[in-house]
T-cell receptor, first 110, second 115 residues
Framework: QKEVEQNSGPLSVPEGAIASLNCTYSDRVSQSFFWYRQYSGKSPELIMSIYSNGDKEDGRFTAQLNKASQYVSLLIRDSQPSDSATYLCAVGSNDYKLSFGAGTTVTVRA | GAVVSQHPSWVICKSGTSVKIECRSL??????MFWYRQFPKQSLMLMATSNEGSKATYEQGVEKDKFLINHASLTLSTLTVTSAHPEDSSFYIC???????????FGDGTRLSIL
């Protein structure tokens, strides 16, 4: 069974700080990796996608992938109250299905 | 780009009713659409994968006769919950992807409440 584990939350950070989210996965042949943001009562929204080892930056978000360690992370710099949400790590396999982690709830304190 | 529309947003109906949920890709052709279910405080659970013009592939434990999926065109997939009961109450979310290496984009979800 393909497992995706995320660091347990909730994660509370002050406004302006960096929020760090971690995710590990069990399927070594995983090809694609995504971070989705889900506000309460809403559907997930794609934040970042990453396919190769290293860092990928998009605005205040940076995703890091290390396939050897089966690890992917998301950093949120200059955290804002609007970043308060549940962040879902999703891992894609050869059959294009996504396996989701349980999510980490982030609260940014004003 | 990559907008997925899901309708309806909310459904409240009596036990035994069948409910149809539509998922449309508005600005791209979706070769594959996915249907998920999410219970409160839990993550998304994949129910089935829908490919245009072929039968849906259901995940283990999902009753294909209860959750009917039709993907008649490259922009529309429907999920019908037949003879719904209170235990079917959940948040149903569809997603679509344009090409095999592209991310999935999600609809706004349908909150189904069976009385």
């Amino acid at each position: 069974q393909k497992e995706v584990e995320q660091n347990s939350g909730p994660l509370s950070v002050p406004e302006g700080a960096i929020a760090s989210l971690n995710c590990t996965y069990s399927d070594r042949v995983s090809q694609s990796f995504f971070w989705y943001r889900q506000y309460s009562g809403k559907s997930p929204e794609l934040i970042m996608s990453i396919y190769s080892n290293g860092d990928k930056e998009d605005g205040r978000f940076t995703a890091q992938l290390n396939k050897a360690s089966q690890y992917v992370s998301l950093l949120i710099r200059d955290s804002q109250p609007s970043d308060s949400a549940t962040y879902l790590c999703a891992v894609g396999s050869n059959d294009y299905k996504l396996s989701f982690g349980a999510g980490t709830t982030v609260t940014v304190r004003a | 780009g990559a907008v997925v529309s899901q309708h309806p947003s909310w459904v409240i109906c009596k036990s035994g009713t069948s409910v149809k949920i539509e998922c449309r890709s508005l600005d791209f052709q979706a070769t594959t659409m996915f249907w998920y279910r999410q219970f409160p405080k839990q993550s998304l659970m994949l129910m089935a994968t829908s490919n245009e013009g072929s039968k849906a592939t259901y995940e283990q434990g999902v009753e294909k006769d209860k959750f009917l999926i039709n993907h008649a065109s490259l922009t529309l997939s429907t999920l019908t919950v037949t003879s719904a009961h209170p235990e079917d109450s959940s948040f149903y979310i569809c997603s679509a992807k344009e090409q095999s290496d592209q991310p999935q984009h999600f609809g706004d979800g349908t909150r189904l409440s069976i009385l």
